[in-house]
């Protein structure tokens, strides 16, 4: 059965519907008294599990109603049947002109949102003063590694498939450093060496701080063109290791941390620096970081 809405009537499904709008442009004035619709709109056509477009014939849209009740008794004949042409380009860029305003201060806060977390991540210079295999754990080494503090820190990474050991003796890294300490077959683990991986894990490399960066110096996200302009402002002091845990900050961060394609780290825009330059791996581009 083909039945034409009503801009009325579409704005009420869409109320409650959970579907999308398409916008379709006119020159006649909008027959809705919503002040957010320009005059040069005449209707929105309403598109979800209600409604969808059954076809398109001279640059009218009509809309069938689709439902899962069975019944013989005829519909009524809707009241204030309305018929909306509009040319197909200017629709497909109102469309699209509407959809981007929308999106834009959603994924801008998102951005922000995930920036904000990343400067409550302790993320420091280190450098591996030993390291040597897990007793209890095939998968595992056990590395002491110089994080700027009185003591080294006991850390344990699950690298033995992917790094030789000879390659981490006296090697500068990437540690995480405000993480709880957990507990790995007996032997208590501060922190985590970050790694960057391919799709497959297969392949693993560490991050690299530059080679002039120092033990303890922590590392933030901003961009190379304020490094090489001015010193960045000093990012927050980091969150607790509690509000790291509770707050799930680590698992919002790590999704977006990726390498470029010449391997430098990055979130988004932002680049993982010091202030010795920035922090990259070997050889993995657009590649996960974890």
Request: contains cysteine; proline residues 9%.
């Amino acid at each position: 059965m083909v039945r034409v809405v009503t801009a009325a009537n579409l704005l009420k499904a869409g109320a409650g519907g959970g579907g999308g709008l398409l916008v379709l442009s006119s020159s006649a004035p909008s027959p809705s008294p919503s002040p957010w619709i320009p005059s040069r709109l005449r209707l929105l056509a309403f598109q979800n599990r209600n409604f969808h477009i059954a076809s398109l014939k001279l640059g009218t849209f009509f809309f069938s109603r689709s439902s899962t009740r069975t019944s013989s008794r005829p519909r009524p004949r809707p009241r204030g049947i309305t018929f909306c042409t509009a040319n197909d380009d200017d629709a497909a860029a109102s469309a699209a002109a509407a959809a981007s305003v929308a999106a834009a201060p959603a994924s801008s806060s998102s951005s922000s949102s995930i920036k904000d977390a990343a400067d409550m991540l302790d993320i420091r210079v280190g450098r591996i003063l030993k390291a040597w295999r897990h007793e209890e754990a095939d998968s595992l080494y056990v590395e002491e590694v110089d994080v700027g503090e009185s003591e080294p820190r006991i850390i344990c990474s699950g690298l033995v498939k992917y790094i030789p050991l000879h390659q981490l003796q006296d090697t500068k890294v990437v540690v995480l450093a405000n993480l709880k300490p957990r507990n790995m077959r007996g032997v208590k683990s501060f922190g985590m060496l970050l790694a960057a991986s391919d799709a497959s894990h297969e392949k693993v490399e560490l991050l690299l701080p530059p080679q002039d960066s120092v033990p303890g110096e922590r590392i933030w996200f901003g961009s190379q063109l304020q490094q090489q302009d001015q010193p960045p402002p000093p990012p927050p002091p980091p969150a607790a290791p509690n509000q790291i845990q509770k707050k799930k900050i680590w698992e919002l961060v790590q999704p977006h941390l990726k390498t470029d394609y010449s391997c430098i780290a990055t979130l988004g825009e932002y680049s993982m620096q010091t202030s010795a330059g920035v922090v990259l791996c070997t050889s993995l581009k657009n590649a996960n970081i974890s």
